[in-house]
């Protein structure tokens, strides 16, 4: 199983980015996919989440209305278009796969089989 990040890089506050989850060797109809973050010092949070096979979709309440979450099936790959970034976006973003998720399981990284690499997001001026 791989997953690979990509997108991440220097924005300046109030622009925006798209990161990207290139997903393969697993069948991701039965896997839930997410992204997490991770600022220096501080513990993995959740950022969004979708359930693949039925396009559910779930944010926390720091990117609601600011990030969107978004799967394309032909290409087995994760997006996250993230607008209006704050200096407190700054983090390294993953992306996550758990098998045959429940909601309540979404939130909790300890809850996910896969991770990627990470990618640095940086907001600053």
């Known amino acids: 199983v791989q997953l690979q990040a990509s997108g991440g890089g220097l924005v300046q506050p109030g622009g925006s980015l798209r990161l990207s989850c290139a997903i393969s060797g697993l069948t991701v109809s039965y896997y839930g996919m997410a992204w997490f973050r991770q600022a220096p010092e501080k513990e993995r949070e959740f950022v969004s989440a979708?359930?693949?096979?039925?396009?559910?979709?779930y944010y926390s309440n720091s990117v609601k209305g600011r990030f969107t979450i978004s799967r394309d099936n032909a290409k087995n790959t994760m997006h996250l278009q993230m607008n209006n970034l704050k200096p407190e976006d700054t983090a390294v973003y993953y992306c996550?796969?758990?098998?045959?998720?429940?909601?309540?399981?979404?939130?909790?990284?300890?809850?996910?089989?896969?991770w990627g690499q990470g990618t640095q997001v940086t907001v600053s001026s």
């Open positions: 996550a796969a758990i098998r045959s998720p429940i909601v309540s399981s979404l939130y909790q990284p300890a809850n996910y089989d896969y």
């Open positions: 979708i359930k693949w096979s039925m396009n559910n979709k």
